[in-house]
């Protein structure tokens, strides 16, 4: 219905035009009171395989009575498809859902954005924008920053800066100003969508039948919307640990971005890339931090680098807890902050140890928010274990009519620009007649720990697993960047590793970095990899100088039968592989 009576407005646009004065030749003439009919009508009636089509009157009339199908009928059509509130219908109001409702509008089509945050155990939410946005990726790297700035006040004495009076960091302020730019992008997101003329709802989506959803806001008011096509893109939300006193008095991310007050010394239960980070964070702005791991650090990663940064944070102050997990949070006394006891286990044995903190973040990993939006009732398939939704390679589920995108995905990477990407590319491909798929090889990623540290492609682990050891060479360097030669600090502590494809003439398959603003340096190289850079054009690369990603257009070659001296004693002198 949409689409005709845009095509409806496309006609009136051409004014004096024949389309607009008469049916198309060879039609019949009009029955008798048509013509009364369309002159009467704020839309035209239209004629096509001699019958009258459109007529604006008749259609709200329709659309009043809910019986869209007897409009159908009237106008001699039989067995039409059902006429519906939108053409899409984006559940979830994260970067994925907003790129794609913003692209389909560019199409013309009617699409309307439901999202809503529902609260933390603590009471916090946030408004449009996602994760990433609100309590993620934004605060985390403007805090990322504030930790960098410490760190340069330091050096600057070194470099003839003279300060006498102590610097200290107010948490308060830097909360308010990281908060305050947020709330400018939730407004910016608002703003957009109402330029685009896309509908947006702060409400909770569910799906109830085929084609539909309930909608209920805070109030608790419930509406009913049909949609020709959904996009799911809810994301996901912190795991908690499911031990008593976790959720009354931990937090998880979703609080710490935007917590009232400075969180003292602090646990951080999880060895997840948001748990280094947010202890990565919290040590350089001077705060007591413990990091209490289970098993491995950055699971999924390539543990040569993962080791790396446990390294290096160990050695800036971060204490570490190895092999032992939470089973009971006690509070000791309230306060802003309180303190707290935390009774672990070890998961090698029965010891048991506890420790006073006044704040634990609980960062364990993240569930996606698939369970309670009304899946069973329309058939969409998820994984029972992990709640994740398995798709074909258009980001299409089961039901022809329902597609997801973002973190929900089975087996795609979680991170904003992969959604953001996949959510634009399946819109062009719906309404724009385009056939690119998102490509989910290649995708770079920087993990904002106080080291940095970039990857694209496979992690060595991978590398093996999929090529084969014997078909793989690794090259690799330490190298120190010349702003930290003057301060004197961390020596050999960067780190590059490039992993290529020997059968495929060298191809790079991996890259890795450890250092200051790995995530720039890695942008670039992905567009390389992308390409198929192989290690020859890598090596016939002329780099800049004196840069950190200079580095890797020389770097040596791993030899396997050295691999002690790579793991083990740092060295920045070529290393041989395979000598």
């Known amino acids: 219905m949409g689409s005709a009576l845009r095509k409806s407005k496309a006609v009136r646009q051409a004014p004096g035009s024949d389309l607009e004065r008469r049916p198309a030749e060879g039609a019949q003439k009009p029955q008798e009171g048509q013509s009364e009919v369309a002159a009467e009508t704020p839309q035209p009636a239209g004629f096509g395989q001699e019958k009258q089509i459109g007529d604006h009157e008749k259609t709200l009339k329709a659309n009043k009575e809910d019986k869209p199908q007897k409009l159908l009928e009237m106008n001699g059509n039989t067995a039409v498809p059902h006429s519906y509130d939108y053409d899409l219908i984006v559940i979830g109001g994260g970067s994925g859902g907003l790129a794609a409702a913003k692209e389909a509008a560019k199409y013309e089509k009617k699409v309307m954005v439901l999202d809503f945050v529902t609260p933390t155990p603590l009471g916090n939410s946030w408004g449009l924008g996602g994760t990433c946005v609100n309590v993620g990726c934004i605060p985390k790297k403007l805090m990322h920053q504030a930790a960098l700035l410490g760190q340069a006040l330091q050096d600057s004495r070194k470099f003839g800066w003279q300060f006498t009076e102590e610097v200290k960091h107010n948490w308060m302020t830097m909360t308010e100003s990281v908060q305050n730019y947020i709330g400018s992008l939730n407004w910016g997101y608002r703003v957009a969508l109402r330029e685009k003329k896309v509908t947006y709802e702060n409400a909770y989506g569910e799906f109830v039948g085929p084609h539909t959803v309930k909608a209920t806001n805070k109030r608790g008011v419930e509406k009913l919307y049909t949609a020709e096509r959904f996009l799911i893109a809810t994301g996901e939300r912190p795991r908690y640990l499911g031990i008593p006193g976790d959720k009354e008095y931990c937090i998880s991310s979703d609080d710490l971005f935007s917590l009232p007050y400075c969180p003292g010394k602090t646990l951080v239960v999880g060895a997840s890339y948001v748990a280094l980070e947010c202890a990565g964070f919290l040590v350089g702005l001077g705060l007591d931090v413990t990091v209490m791991v289970r098993s491995i650090l950055l699971r999924g990663f390539d543990q040569d ?135 989910y090889v290649n995708v770079p990623t920087t993990v904002f720990t106080p080291l940095e540290y970039g990857a694209c492609g496979y992690s060595e682990e991978a590398a093996v697993e999929k090529f084969g050891e014997e078909n793989i060479e690794v090259y690799h360097s330490h190298f120190w960047p010349l702003e930290w030669t003057v301060p004197s600090r961390d020596n050999n502590k960067c780190y590059a590793k490039i992993i290529c494809n020997i059968q495929d003439n060298e191809r790079v398959i991996g890259f890795h970095v450890l250092g200051p603003n790995a995530g720039e340096v890695t942008q670039g190289f992905a567009a390389a990899i992308k390409c198929g850079m192989t290690k020859e054009q890598l090596d016939s690369t002329i780099g800049i100088h004196p840069v950190c990603a200079e580095r890797l257009t020389f770097i040596a070659v791993a030899d396997s039968c050295n691999s002690e001296e790579r793991f083990g004693e740092k060295s920045s002198s070529v290393i041989c592989r395979n000598a």
């Open 305 to 439: 680098m993962a080791n790396k940064i446990g390294e290096y944070m160990e050695e800036h102050g971060i204490k570490f807890i190895r092999e032992f997990v939470p089973i009971k949070v006690e509070q000791i006394e309230e306060g802003t902050p309180g303190r707290l006891k935390v009774i672990a286990k070890s998961t090698n044995g029965n010891e048991i140890i506890e420790g006073e903190y006044n704040t634990v973040l609980i960062a364990i990993g993240r569930d996606s928010c698939t369970r309670n939006i009304g899946l069973d009732k329309v058939g969409v398939q998820i994984n029972e274990k992990t709640g994740k939704i398995p798709v074909n390679d258009e980001e299409q589920t089961n039901v022809p009519y329902i597609y997801a995108v973002g973190d929900i995905l089975q087996d795609k990477l979680e991170l904003t620009p992969v959604a953001i990407q996949a959510g634009r590319l399946l819109v062009q491909r719906l309404y724009g007649g385009a056939t690119t798929k998102c490509d």
